[in-house]
């Protein structure tokens, strides 16, 4: 018996004044983890049921989209008996910081995993600045 | 349901003579979650009730009328450690979710995703064909066919209705 924080709901987006859509399915909120290492920082999102070509990153300025198509496999002849997860798909914004090196940042999928590395620039030193009395 | 017990530390008092302050409200609330547990435990003894990293994988399942297909989310599990096993009354799929570690002595700012073991059984209510089962690992998804009996298939009847 799990925590019921720890199960695995997929959330729907409720506004929808983003964009006007085409295609007529929900939108899931997937789960991330956000990861800071000393030269970058990593983003998982759990997205079961995308794969390479169905997931689409965007960077528009500071604001960082994942977006994910997740098409419909139940077959016509299937009826569904017992639904406990909605099928749809995904769609997450992140607002990124200056830090980021956007040139260098990297998508990976895997088992509908994404995964986002993006490195760190280096930012120069901490520099002390003498404070003269005068 | 149960949840997690968050006992406040019990402050600790100079006076070594002193017995520790206890919240009345609160042993209760202890004691009647002791109850629970070991009520819950009853039921299923393999299963520890206080375990926290359990995660609940959610289920959805489709009829053809001559299969059963059965798909499952498990986003990022490697499919070695998958487990199903179906017999002629219920299908157990359980397995374990690890958590990589990608960044050594890395911070998390947010940990939504759950890992851990899973188990997970579903009652079948019609006969299989366990030997035609099969089943399927793709994008995170796992899914799961199951060819109904012969028997089974005829032994479904339709049942006219009929109007005045």
């Known amino acids: 018996m799990a925590d019921k924080s720890k199960e695995m709901q997929k959330k729907e987006i409720e506004k929808t004044d983003l964009v006007e859509r085409t295609r007529a399915t929900k939108i899931y909120n997937p789960d991330v983890d956000i990861i800071e290492g000393k030269d970058r920082i990593v983003v998982i999102a759990d997205m079961p049921g995308v794969n390479e070509n169905s997931v689409e990153v965007t960077l528009e300025d500071n604001v960082l989209t994942i977006y994910g198509r997740v098409d419909w496999d139940v077959p016509e002849r299937m009826k569904l008996t017992h639904a406990e997860y909605g099928i749809g798909d995904y769609q997450r914004i992140f607002t990124i910081s200056g830090e980021i090196n956007r040139e260098k940042i990297q998508a990976n999928v895997k088992d509908g995993v994404l995964k986002l590395v993006m490195p760190k620039n280096n930012m120069p030193k901490m520099k002390k600045i003498a404070v003269k009395a005068g | ?164």
């Open chain 2, 1 to 164: 349901m149960t949840t997690r017990r968050i006992t406040p530390q019990v402050k600790k008092t100079r006076d070594i003579t002193r017995l520790p302050e206890v919240n009345p409200l609160l042993s209760l609330r202890n004691d009647i979650d002791r109850i629970f547990e070991t009520f819950l435990r009853g039921f299923d003894p393999g299963l520890p009730v206080m375990a926290t990293s359990m995660f609940h994988p959610d289920i959805d399942v489709a009829d053809s009328g001559k299969e059963i297909k059965v798909t499952v989310e498990l986003p990022g599990v490697d499919e070695k450690d998958i487990d199903v096993a179906v017999t002629s009354e219920s299908l157990t799929i359980r397995g374990e979710k690890k958590e990589e570690t990608i960044e050594e002595g890395g911070s998390y700012h947010r940990m939504e995703r759950v890992y851990g073991f899973f188990n997970r059984s579903i009652p079948l209510p019609i006969e299989v064909n366990v030997d035609g089962a099969r089943a399927n690992y793709k994008k995170g998804v796992l899914s799961i066919v199951i060819p109904k009996t012969e028997k089974a298939l005829k032994e479904e009847k339709k049942i006219p209705v009929k109007g005045k």
